[in-house]
């Protein structure tokens, strides 16, 4: 059973950071893919950074030099370190694998105040 489990969400004020984790289980997390997404209240889930199984990485423009995305094979563990967070950066992040086929996590609630 593959299981994606966020944590590290939680409230911060604007211009403040969070750090949010993704431990998987139930796949060879080495070969696969890793993304997180969002979604604010009232709009589509969007890509925010993705790393290959190759540890390659790409990020949304909203979020380059802000966010960054790594990842820990040993500990099956992908992480998103956020900084110069703003009330736009509101919203659940989820975390996913994919390769040939596609999994989320249930979600981890990021709010910015200003």
């Known amino acids: 059973q593959v299981q994606l489990v966020e944590s590290g969400g939680g409230s911060v004020q604007a211009g403040g950071s969070l750090r949010l984790s993704c431990a998987a289980s139930?796949?060879?997390?080495?070969?696969?893919?890793m993304a997180w997404y969002r979604q604010a209240p009232g709009k589509q889930r969007e890509l925010v950074a993705r790393?290959?199984?190759?540890?390659?990485?790409n990020y949304a423009d909203f979020v380059k030099g802000r966010f960054t995305i790594s990842r820990d094979n040993a500990k099956k563990m992908v992480t998103l370190q956020m900084s110069s967070l703003g009330p736009e950066d509101t919203g659940v992040y989820y975390c996913?694998?994919?390769?040939?086929?596609?999994?989320w996590g249930q979600g981890t609630q990021v709010t910015v105040s200003s």
């Open positions: 139930g796949i060879i997390f080495s070969a696969f893919n």
């Open positions: 790393i290959t199984s190759g540890s390659s990485t």
């Open positions: 996913t694998a994919f390769r040939t086929n596609q999994y």
